[in-house]
């Protein structure tokens, strides 16, 4: 007897694991007939539920029927065997079902009904009904006895029961997320990509015509100019829109973990490592948006290559190829080229990702698109911190004249902190940041005691060292765009201990 024991023992440990390994309900539920037969010998087994609304029983997951069985499986409140355990809330026991009346043998499916005993048991949380879960049983000789199934089905019913309810709370996530996915689309839909410049629009007849595709994108722009934001409408415009969006942010990342991180690893792939599913195949099915590609290791590029080629990826530790369904939208605000050029960046890797390239502009480039930007930055702001704040035209002139080396991202910054700060209700030249003012250095307190000469000689000091990165020190470039010569400008540079620095991402307020 002891040995049955831990049969039982086993198959109700092996029901309560497959009922956890995830949440499609009919799977489960047909593994845990699996394990009933493979275990206990039971054979023919069905779950019903009870519809509350329309008080029908149906059979839901079965063992050792066909579809037409299944269909034929239907019970009222009371009826039969299953109906009447529906409805007193505890199990039966037929021994043999050729001798019992009560069994109706709905689905047809037991032509010989000789020796076939019959186990029916509710499954119920708390005082709820559920459902019940039946089984045939032959009883052969000493095959463990009836007390025995039905405490083990009793439990097992427990189980679902249990199973059931955290199945009903998921699905009621789930259509939540559908719904904040919807809304999510309708988020990064056209309206909120701001920008009726020439080279903005250009941007955005091509993220229309891709979005249609499963091309693999390739956007290119200084930080803050809306790579990401572009990802995100590209994904959602796209067939995938329902499938997940998943961002990587390659820069973020220590070498040594990104490989893991992508791909995903087995466990005990490196010490302590535990198995992980990688970003590609958490994207499966939607897009996965590598952020600063040009700062993916060499040694990963070559694995990189191979999913663009083959779909097809190796968790770190395994020697078997998974294959992931991914659109591919990757970001730079590196030169790739010169990458190349430097041997940093592989070329057949770069022609892959490059298939379609996209190339945005900085805001400085497309100065009409401020105003728009900031005035949907403003309302979208007063509606969150519930306040009304208008802007006055001079502080507009200011902000539009100002270089923006943060972009769409610094605007947005200044535009929020401008709401959240200013006490009245319009924006005034003074509200706006000294950076934008150009007036980096002029401590508050000191204004209006400073001598004009001193004023102007801060604002040229200002104005220069904010246009020399933009033409990467050159003297010659950034001394035609101030309209000096180059002898004036090598001669400020002298006169205000300006430190000239090429190749320096001065302004990236990435993350
Ligand atoms: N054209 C635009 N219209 C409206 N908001 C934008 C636009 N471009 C960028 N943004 C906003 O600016 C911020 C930075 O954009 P992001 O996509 O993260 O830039 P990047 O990835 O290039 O650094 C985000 O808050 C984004 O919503
Ligand atoms: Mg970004």
């Known amino acids: 007897m002891k040995k049955y024991e831990n049969i039982e023992l086993k198959a109700i440990f092996d029901v309560s694991k497959v009922l956890t390994s995830s949440f499609d309900l009919e799977r489960n539920l047909y593994s845990v007939f699996e394990i009933l037969s493979k275990e206990l010998d039971m054979r023919r087994g069905s779950i019903f539920l009870l519809d509350k609304k329309t008080e029908e029983i149906r059979i839901v997951a079965a063992y050792g ?6 269909n034929r499986g239907k019970y009222r409140i009371g009826e039969g065997i299953v109906g009447r355990v529906i409805e007193s809330g505890l199990p039966m026991f037929i021994p043999d ?5 009560q069994f109706l043998n709905k689905t047809g499916s037991r032509p010989n009904k000789k020796g076939i005993s019959f186990l029916c048991v509710p499954i119920k949380i708390e005082d709820e009904i559920l459902g019940v879960i039946s089984a045939d049983r032959i009883y052969r000789e000493e095959q463990g006895d009836v007390d025995d199934d039905l405490r083990v089905l009793s439990i097992v019913a427990s189980l679902i029961a249990q199973f059931l309810k955290l199945w009903e709370t998921y699905k009621i996530i789930e259509d939540e997320n559908l719904i904040l996915r919807a809304q999510l689309k309708d988020r990064y839909n056209f309206p909120n990509l701001v920008g009726q410049s020439t080279s903005f629009q250009a941007v955005l007849k091509t993220v229309m015509k891709v979005a249609g595709t499963d091309a693999t994108v390739l956007l290119f722009g200084e930080s803050g100019t809306g790579k990401e934001l572009i990802a995100k409408t590209i994904h959602f415009q796209s067939k995938r829109a329902k499938g997940p969006f998943v961002a990587i942010n390659c820069a973020a990342i220590p070498e040594n973990l990104l ?3 992508l791909f995903g690893s087995e466990k005990g ?3 302590g490592a535990v198995k992980r599913v990688g970003k590609f195949e958490q994207a499966n099915g939607g897009t996965i948006f590598l952020d600063e590609i040009g700062e993916l290791p060499l040694s990963l590029q070559p694995k990189l290559l191979r999913v663009l080629q083959e779909r097809i990826i190796e968790p770190l ?6 294959k992931v369904d991914v659109r591919i939208i990757s970001a730079t605000n590196k030169d790739l080229s010169e990458e190349i050029k430097k041997g940093n960046f592989r070329e057949d890797l770069f022609w892959r990702l490059n298939v379609i390239p996209i190339y945005i502009p900085p805001l400085r480039e497309r100065k009409e698109d401020i105003p728009l930007l900031i005035e949907y930055y ?3 702001f007063c509606d969150i911190y519930k306040k009304t704040v208008s802007i006055d035209e001079e502080a507009i002139k200011v902000l539009i004249s100002y270089e923006w080396p943060g972009n769409v991202r610094e605007l947005s910054n200044t535009i929020e902190r401008l709401v959240v700060m200013t006490e009245g209700n319009k924006i005034k030249v003074h509200d706006l940041p000294d950076t934008v003012r150009g007036v980096l250095r002029v401590k508050r307190g000191y204004e209006g005691e400073l001598k004009l000469p001193t004023e ?3 604002l040229e000091r200002i104005r220069i060292m904010n246009t020399l990165p933009r033409y990467n020190f050159n003297i010659r470039k950034t001394a035609n765009a101030l309209g000096l010569t180059e002898r004036q400008l090598n001669y400020r540079i002298r006169k205000y201990g300006i430190i000239i620095k090429k190749d320096v991402n001065l302004h990236d307020s990435n993350n």
């Open 317 to 322: 530790g395994s020697s078997k190829a998974v």
């Open 269 to 271: 792939a490196f010490t």
């Open 259 to 261: 490989e893991a991180e």
């Open 65 to 70: 029927l066909t579809e037409e069985e299944i």
């Open 97 to 101: 079902i050729e001798k019992e009346p």
């Open 456 to 458: 102007v000689e801060e």
């Open 378 to 380: 403003l309302k979208s």
